[in-house]
DNA sequence: CACGTCACTGTTTTT
DNA sequence: CAGTGACGTG
């Protein structure tokens, strides 16, 4: 806890008169590194302790879950846990999700629906196409659905659409149907009782707009209102919170123009240029200095910039060291820049001491990390356990989790008709493709769920012969009794029972191959997460309030990079996108190539600038040594590029602050050089070489059977990391080596068999062992010895004395007196906590 | 209806 | 290359 004197003592002049500053429309304009999350936060607390507000009068809009998590761990450590846990504080999606539950018939949905994700809304789409007897190969899933996405961001309805469509005059001829497509889509949503991502904003929009009083209600509710990255809000998103602050002035938006790079998603860079159009009275405020990054970086970036038409004009500077130059460095191929990253990772480590976690290597797709995932698992590189992936293949999108998430999606809402499709024939029963079609021909023509037709055949005259009849109704009594059980056991022991009722786990006991044991694993680790889930919120409320309901509701606005973890030790791989809001000692940015960055979709004015904001945020991520590397050819789609040019960016950035740096010396300026015959080496008085020569047959027939060799053994689940805790972004990083959040987490980490487990098997798609030293374990079944008059730290009440212990084995309880949140019931089997006295 | 084989196609970023 | 869909066979 902190008076409010010493959180202003913490803060320059310009973030103390940012957070001071409450009496009307706020803009802070908050370059990379100027102590934006700071701000936030101080400015949270301050709201707190200095107008002693109330904390569930304070909404905070955040981009990621991730941001949203990490700014309340920071503001509990200024204002304690109990109020930060009291704020609204989440991203649009989530936040509108709980208020749509609620209001859920107020916009004609039960409060149940599903949330569709990306991969539901391409196949409905995919579906509705096929059943309109259109071509999809014209009307491509993922195509229809940006452009439905992009008409819901900017609130445009069917009809909207249709005129909007009709008349826009660069309209595509070949895609005359899209509005009806909208128009089915939309049915289909609403008879499955499902909202897509963007439904989300645009019916929170229709509820605030069409229904007064739950308009006030809301706007009574929160009384000061914040976001973050607010660049990267979109039309429907500036709606919504100009309907919540209508009469309100206490608005405060938080972002930087240079760092918006969702435009492709609907953001309207226009929102952050505008802001003091839309809000009158607005104030705008500028933090500039970067503590982040050294003089040189800061400078390069900004001459990148320069070359920008659209933004508000800054003056962001360092006052760090002058540092070393931004290095530009041109390899032969794409897995020479491989070895190029994994050595200079390697001399980095030895000439200064870093560790593995102070470097990072971003790049434009995730399919760029393979060739670095590779390098890195040579035995002669030695840096298999040393890295992170993040991103790629999402846990929540492998096959076996998304076919136990499509259980419990249909037991919670069985109107869910991708959940329906997904599982009506999984595990194998025996109801084909051609049952499914005359299930979905009855359901259209009588106008509902798929579910209803087999619940009640003979009303929808479903015409299967008996025995498809039977197994349909073997299917719904299985079903229904989940459903029966919805209410009365909690997430896990459903959850359990699901998956072992429904015949999965039997299906994936007999896969002995190595990917069915990772996938073995991963449903132990979604358990594992599950468990974990009712835990918190069994502590949180002490009520039977786990239901899987509740789970299902928060997994599904989940992604991967909400659940990973930078405190380990780890070299990190991720997209630039990926990286927005952290930081790292050192970052290499690779691929800076023509058709990679820029992408090759973007080749031209606003998107153009978008890509070389991209390229902007990956370089002040950097602190001290910021690296751009590019390969002259590249291994792609299955196929080799000998001819790769660099990227136009490259140019962009003042060559004061660049050493360029090549492969092949002079020899790479007098011509390509894969037109050398193949038996010197261009390359090698440039560093090292610790792997055997392999000449340019690189990219010949040697070339693709190496890779697939590491095709082979590569992980089948790739990486992933459970439950890990954002890397704390912020200008001065010394205080993350004393942040007693991070070192709780690593108690956390260490103090339950379970989270190892978990991490583990997520780390390691369940195959690929990595050094795990640290693992000691503290398991549950020594919780039970627990004595009153133990004094315990827990991972979220913090402090506490035992006054009180009940029940034996599975049941036993304590009573702690809390300093800070006062006299909880602890169920042991499902706290995490060590004893400390 | 299940399963295996084969050809095709598409690859940006993500709440 | 990898994931998907079409098609043919058991």
């Not at 050595?343 to 470097?359: N, P």
């Not at 904001?613 to 910021?626: G, S």
């Not at 991070?742 to 583990?760: A, D, F, H, I, P």
């Amino acid at each position: 806890m902190q008076t409010e004197q010493q959180i202003l003592s913490q803060l320059n002049e310009h973030q103390k008169e940012s957070v001071i500053y409450c009496d009307g429309p706020q803009l802070i304009i908050a370059g990379a590194g100027s102590g934006k999350t700071r701000v936030l936060t101080y400015k949270i607390a301050w709201l707190l302790t200095h107008y002693n507000m109330k904390p569930w009068n304070i909404l905070a809009l955040t981009f990621t879950n991730k941001a949203a998590k990490e700014m309340k761990e920071r503001i509990a450590q200024l204002v304690g846990q109990q109020r930060a846990q009291q704020l609204q504080m989440g991203t649009f999606h989530s936040i509108f999700a709980h208020i749509l539950r609620v209001e859920a018939t107020a916009v004609g949905y039960g409060s149940d629906f599903t949330i569709y994700d990306e991969t539901d809304s391409r196949s409905l789409l995919k579906n509705i196409v096929k059943e309109m007897g259109l071509d999809d190969s014209i009307y491509k899933p993922a195509n229809v659905h940006s452009i439905i996405s992009n008409a819901k961001n900017r609130l445009l309805d069917v009809n909207q659409f249709a005129v909007h469509y009709s008349n826009s005059s660069n309209t595509n001829h070949d895609l005359t149907d899209l509005p009806n497509i909208y128009l089915t889509y939309q049915q289909r949503l609403v008879q499955a009782n499902a909202m897509d991502f963007d439904d989300l904003l645009f019916n929170t929009f229709l509820l605030l707009r069409d229904h007064p009083d739950v308009r006030a209600k809301y706007q009574q509710r929160y009384q000061y209102v914040l976001v973050d990255e607010y660049q990267d809000t979109n039309f429907a998103q500036l709606q919504i919170l100009q309907l919540l602050t209508e009469h309100n002035p206490h608005v405060c938006v938080v972002g930087d123009d240079y760092q918006s790079i969702y435009a492709f998603r609907g953001a309207n860079i226009g929102n952050i240029l505008n802001f003091n159009k839309t809000f009158s009275n607005a104030k705008l405020f500028k933090l500039e200095q970067n503590y982040r990054s050294t003089q040189n970086i800061v400078a390069a970036a900004n001459s990148l910039m320069k070359h920008n038409r659209q933004q508000i004009a800054k003056n962001v500077f360092s006052r760090n060291d002058e540092g070393d130059k931004v290095v530009e460095w041109e390899t032969i191929s794409d897995k020479r820049e491989a070895t190029v990253v994994c050595h200079e990772i390697k001399r980095l480590m030895r000439a200064e001491g870093l560790h593995y976690s102070d470097f990072a290597i971003l790049y434009r797709t995730n399919a760029q990390s393979r060739t670095f995932e590779e390098e890195m698992r040579k035995p002669e590189v030695g840096l298999g356990s040393h890295y992170q992936i993040y991103g790629g293949t999402s846990f929540y999108q492998r096959k076996e989790i998304k076919d136990v998430i499509a259980y419990f999606r249909l037991v919670v809402n069985p109107s869910d008709e991708e959940a329906f499709r997904r599982i009506i024939n999984y595990p194998t029963r025996g109801i084909g493709n051609t049952t499914l079609q005359k299930i979905v021909v009855t359901a259209q023509r009588d106008n509902t769920s798929l579910w209803d037709v087999i619940n009640h055949p003979g009303e929808h005259l479903l015409d299967v012969n008996k025995g498809t009849m039977t197994k349909l109704s073997n299917f719904t009594s299985l079903i229904d009794s989940f459903i029966q059980r919805l209410h009365t056991n909690n997430a896990l022991q459903l959850a359990q029972s699901i998956i072992e009722q429904s015949g999965i786990k039997k299906d994936l006991a007999v896969d002995s191959t190595p990917e069915g044991e990772a996938r073995r694993e991963n449903i132990d680790s979604l358990i594992s997460g599950i468990a974990d889930f009712v835990d918190s919120q069994m502590e949180a409320s002490l009520a039977d309030h786990a239901l899987l309901t509740d789970y299902l509701s928060t997994v599904s606005l989940l992604t991967d990079a909400d659940n990973t973890d930078d405190s380990d030790d780890k070299i990190k791989l991720m997209t630039i996108h990926a990286a927005k809001g952290l930081e790292f000692n050192t970052v290499f940015v690779v691929g800076l190539e023509k058709n990679i960055l820029p992408s090759i979709q973007a080749a031209e004015g606003n998107q153009l600038e978008e890509e070389r904001r991209l390229l902007y945020v990956a370089i002040t991520r950097a602190e001290k040594h910021c690296y751009l590397t590019w390969a002259h050819a590249r291994w792609r789609y299955g196929k080799m590029d000998p001819f790769v040019e660099p990227s136009c960016f490259l140019d962009d950035i003042d060559p004061t602050f660049i050493s360029k740096k090549s492969e092949g010396g002079s020899a790479m300026s007098q011509g390509r050089p894969w037109e050398n015959d193949g038996h010197s080496r261009p390359w090698s008085d440039n560093f090292e070489i610790d792997q055997p020569y392999t000449g340019f047959h690189a990219w010949g027939d040697g070339y693709r059977k190496a890779s697939n060799r590491m095709q082979n053994s590569r992980p089948v689940a790739g990486q992933f990391m459970a439950d890990m805790k954002p890397k704390i972004t912020g200008p001065h990083r010394r205080e993350e080596a004393v942040n007693p959040f991070s070192q709780r987490m690593e108690e956390k980490l260490k103090s339950t068999g379970r989270w190892s487990r978990v991490s583990k098997a997520m780390a390691n798609g369940g195959r690929l062992a990595t050094s795990d030293a640290s693992a000691s374990s503290y398991s549950m079944a020594n919780g039970q010895q627990l004595k009153v008059g133990n004094v315990i730290e827990h991972s979220r009440f913090g402090k506490g004395t035992v006054t009180a212990m009940t029940g034996t084995g599975e049941n036993c309880k304590a009573t702690v007196e809390f300093e800070e949140t006062g006299t909880k019931q602890l169920l042991l089997k499902f706290s995490h906590f060590t004893i400390v006295g």
